[in-house]
Each structure stands twice: as C-alpha cells, then as structure tokens.
C-alpha cells in the first residue's frame, strides 16, 4: 500500500502528540517533524528514536533568527549529517520577520551554502519573501526543496518550476480560492503534502496529519483521476524527491 507523506508537521505543536501519531499510523500516514532550532530537534530525535513511519527535521525558523547566536548556527551545520530532512528553515519577510531580515538572510545561506544540504530533502518558508526565497535556492542548486503553504505571487511558480522545486499542498489551503488555482497551475508531479499542523486548521481546529485525506479528495477532483490514483501519483513523487537526494 502507497502510503501518504506529511512533509511538514509540527508534532510538539500539539497538546497530544502521541495520539496524533496513533492516528497517522493509523491512517498510513508518514510524517515528516519539523522543528525550529538545534535544541528541539534533538529533543525529539531522542523522544522518538528511529520510529517507523516519522522522521525528524533538523531546523531552524526564520522568525526566531533574531535569537539565534553563530554558536546555534555552528551546532545547526555539526547536526547536518545525522538529520534526514531539514526544516523549518527559509525566510519571512512579512510584518512579523520584516525587523530581522538580515538575521534570516544569514543563516539561509548559511545553511544552503554547506554541501551537504543537497544530499538531504527540506522544506522552506518563504512568506512575504518568495523572490530572495527562490533566488537562493535556485543558487545553492537545492536538489529537493519544497516550498511550504506558498503564498506568494502567481507569476513566480514557473520560475520554482524551473530552479526544480517542488510545492506542497495542506487541508487549509483546499479552502482558499487563491490555493487553489496554485493548485491547478502545478504539474501533477510536483505537488506533495503537508498539514503544517497544528497552526493550520482544518473543520476549525487544529489539522493533524491523518486529515490528509481530504487533500486526496480535493485534488482527486482537481486533477480529474481516481483518488487512488493520486495516491500513487503523490507516492511517485515522493520517490523522485529521495531520488533527487541521492544524486547532488
């Protein structure tokens, strides 16, 4: 059985995390745990060990870059080679992040300028700041970046198209009108999953992996084909991230 993949998912978001991995299993849901520094990433490389099915993302979020010293960023580069995916990492320009731009800008290509960055999938934040997002990414010759609940502006998808990066779609933005035609403006095979739970929402209340059901269904009937069908479609590219991964 092809099992779905949650690319971006803040497990210790939630007041219940063991029960929202019962559930994902439950679901045949894989999840990807983001983190936003160092510090909780090995927290819970060490709270879940090699658990089946979630693998621990190594990052380090834009909005907390002011607090962030040279010292977290060396520990950030020294835990690269033990972490399978990175993320939260990017930047974000808008009103909340706009004071520590320069902070943000730093630690990005930090991060994107050490090699071993390629050899690993991760998945950015690019709010209020897709242009510098791309540009960077687009440089450092990411082989599989994800852009996460992309908001930005429509005639920039091409260009993440072209620099091969990949858009990943949660049950909130099923919602949205301005998603949604982001949605039907992507190649089937560049499109992935995430709930960026539990700070989205989904039937007003905090979204949980197992919800990506629904996501199935929206883009079942988006894209016209089965729902099995889109779940082998989204497990193939799944398969071509890792692959992208083993070939920097």
């Not at 502006?153 to 919602?175: E, I, K, R, T």
Request: hydrophobic letters at 40%; charged letters at 25%; glycine letters at 6%.
């Amino acid at each position: 059985m092809n099992r779905l993949l949650d690319t971006h998912c803040h497990l210790t978001g939630y007041k219940d995390p063991a029960e929202v991995l019962r559930e994902a299993a439950d679901a045949s849901v894989d999840i990807v745990a983001v983190t936003e520094d160092p510090g909780e990433y090995r927290l819970m490389r060490s709270r879940l060990g090699r658990r089946l099915g979630v693998h621990t993302a190594l990052g380090m979020h834009p909005l907390r870059a002011h607090g962030f010293t040279s010292a977290d960023l060396a520990r950030f580069l020294r835990m690269l080679p033990d972490a399978p995916w990175i993320g939260e990492i990017g930047l974000d320009y808008s009103p909340a992040g706009r004071s520590t731009r320069r902070a943000q800008l730093r630690i990005f290509e930090a991060i994107l300028g050490d090699p071993r960055t390629l050899s690993v999938p991760m998945t950015v934040h690019s709010r209020g700041a897709e242009v510098e997002t791309l540009t960077r990414l687009a440089q450092s010759g990411a082989n599989a970046a994800i852009l996460h609940w992309y908001t930005g502006p429509p005639n920039l998808v091409d260009d993440a198209l072209a620099a091969g990066l990949w858009f990943s779609v949660n049950p909130a933005m099923c919602h949205s009108a301005k998603a949604r035609r982001l949605i039907d403006a992507l190649p089937v095979d560049r499109v992935l999953l995430e709930t960026d739970g539990p700070f989205a929402r989904y039937r007003g209340r905090p979204a949980r992996p197992a919800d990506l059901s629904a996501v199935i269904a929206h883009l079942a009937a988006r894209w016209d084909l089965a729902p099995e069908d889109v779940v082998r479609q989204l497990h193939a590219n799944r398969l071509q991230l890792l692959e992208r991964c083993e070939d920097p």
